[in-house]
């Protein structure tokens, strides 16, 4: 070494394991830099709206982009477990192991611990609300050899229904990057798992239930909300941005939705809801679910069972899940949608359901942590934010208060200035501000009468928002109303004058 340093030349064995060196360094990087750069790079959008009687496409926008399923995965989970109730191979009292792998597993979680055992019935309602982890490893772990073994279940039992472009490596969709999807193919599981199993898919409708003393609430945000929707999942991963499956019903039409990629929670659900909208006119009427979406070719044996004819939803009659927190509404009654918006508090609680490095879900927003900056994308096209749902017929005395540069800063109504009022959210558009606000006021409670609905135009940073609020509280009926407007699923801070 000392001779090499004096410039002599250095010994063959040297340069040969330098060589060698620099070969297994150029290697690692070849065989890592897609993986960083896929780490590194903004989430494609794709989304689609299917005709669940027909399975006909009556939306896309780009829907073969491969894309990370995040925890949509647990929707082919489930399926496989539902066979399983199906053929009677395990029952829903049926006790799960939970093992210190499942037990370990990253947020959201039920907070299982190794050696303890899960009803099936809690794990399902774990599942479809929180998106726990730990309880989807031990359905994995328990109707497996090993979570392994599981994934490679999945992945064959998808491509027997026809979704040529999915892959799964794990039974939770925690980040795995060979963990890939297209939006078309999570339709055609969503559609399956309505069709095969009718007794078991109004879990998805769970919108809360109680577990050793904690009340578990959804993060499907448009349960309840939106006008028919009965499931199902929501998903998220950094690599995959805001993802959303939903199926909704109205009288004998049916739609299933996929948003995949999308920049916020805000942004996916208010996609899917203009989605719906537009796609309702266009559905055929009928009773029983497609075996698959239009350009889906599932497994000869199972493409000829299409024929046969499926249990219609009146014939299955399912019950919804016993013991939750709080009924859902029935389907079909006429219920207002809401813009679904949330706070960037909210979007970092449903991070928590795929994401190691997310928070745990938080329960209350403070007012300035429902500023969300994220802009949503586009709807389609020539189609409202407002669901039709909305009394949009009915004018609000909408006012408009603005905070800019000026000394003070802030032009306010004189009739609003000195009350308590609440606040809904922030959204990126005097539009969805107002969307939100109608579908409030069209929920018809009392505490809201004669109540002033206005939106506040915000400079944050380089982005504009507008908080959608109502005003004219004491403060005893702000925090009450906000109370209401919680039980209805709504982000709500009660708020002092001037505020």
């Not at 945000?221 to 006008?227: N, P, W």
């Amino acid at each position: 070494m000392i001779e090499w340093i004096r410039g002599r030349r250095p010994p063959a064995a040297v340069i040969a394991t330098l060589r060698r060196a620099f070969l297994a360094l150029l290697l690692f990087a070849a065989l890592t830099l897609p993986f960083a750069e896929a780490a590194c790079a903004k989430p494609a959008f794709s989304a689609i709206a299917v005709d669940a009687r027909t399975g006909k496409i009556l939306f896309s926008r780009d829907p073969d982009a491969l894309t990370h399923p995040a925890s949509l995965t647990k929707v082919m989970t489930l399926y496989i477990l539902f066979g399983e109730l199906k053929a009677g191979k395990v029952k829903l009292d049926t006790q799960l192991k939970v093992s210190r792998a499942a037990a370990s597993k990253a947020p959201t979680k039920l907070g299982l611990k190794p050696g303890d055992t899960i009803s099936i019935e809690d794990a399902i309602k774990g599942v479809v609300t929180r998106s726990a982890n730990d309880a989807a490893a031990a359905i994995a772990e328990n109707l497996s050899p090993s979570e392994a073994a599981f994934a490679t279940r999945m992945t064959s039992v998808a491509h027997d229904l026809g979704m040529s472009h999915t892959a799964f490596h794990n039974a939770s969709g925690l980040p795995d990057p060979r963990q890939i999807t297209t939006a078309r193919d999570m339709a055609t599981l969503s559609l399956r798992i309505q069709r095969d199993f009718p007794e078991y898919y109004p879990y998805f409708r769970t919108m809360s239930f109680t577990y050793r003393g904690q009340v578990i609430r959804t993060h499907n945000h448009l349960l309840g909300h939106y006008a028919g929707v009965d499931g199902i999942k929501t998903g998220y991963v950094a690599a995959s941005g805001f993802n959303l499956t939903s199926s909704a019903k109205r009288g004998d039409k049916r739609v299933v939705g996929v948003v995949m990629g999308a920049a916020s929670a805000t942004s996916r659900n208010l996609y899917m809801t203009a989605m719906l909208d537009k796609a309702f006119p266009r559905c055929k009427d009928g009773a029983t679910i497609a075996v698959a979406v239009e350009g889906v070719k599932p497994k000869p044996e199972l493409a000829s069972k299409a024929s046969e004819p499926a249990a219609t939803e009146a014939e299955a009659a399912p019950q919804p899940p016993k013991k939750t927190a709080s009924k859902p509404k029935k389907a079909a009654e006429p219920e207002p949608a809401p813009a679904a918006a949330k706070s960037e508090n909210e979007d970092l609680a449903e991070k928590g359901g795929d994401d190691a490095s997310a928070e745990e879900p938080v329960k209350t927003a403070s007012a300035e942590a429902q500023d969300s900056q994220a802009s949503p994308v586009d709807p389609p096209a020539g189609q409202t934010i407002l669901s039709k749902t909305s009394p949009d017929a009915t004018p609000l005395p909408f006012a408009v208060k603005k905070i800019g540069t000026e000394e003070g800063g802030m032009i306010v109504v004189p009739e609003v200035i000195d009350s308590w009022h609440i606040q809904i959210g922030a959204y990126p558009s005097k539009k969805d501000a107002q969307a939100v606000l109608y579908r409030i006021k069209a929920l018809d409670l009392d505490l809201l009468n004669d109540k002033q609905a206005l939106t506040v135009e915000v400079l944050k940073g380089k982005d504009t928002l507008y908080r959608a609020r109502f005003s004219g509280f004491t403060e005893r009926n702000a925090r009450a109303a906000c109370d209401r407007l919680a039980k209805q699923g709504f982000g709500c801070v009660a708020m002092q004058p001037q505020s």
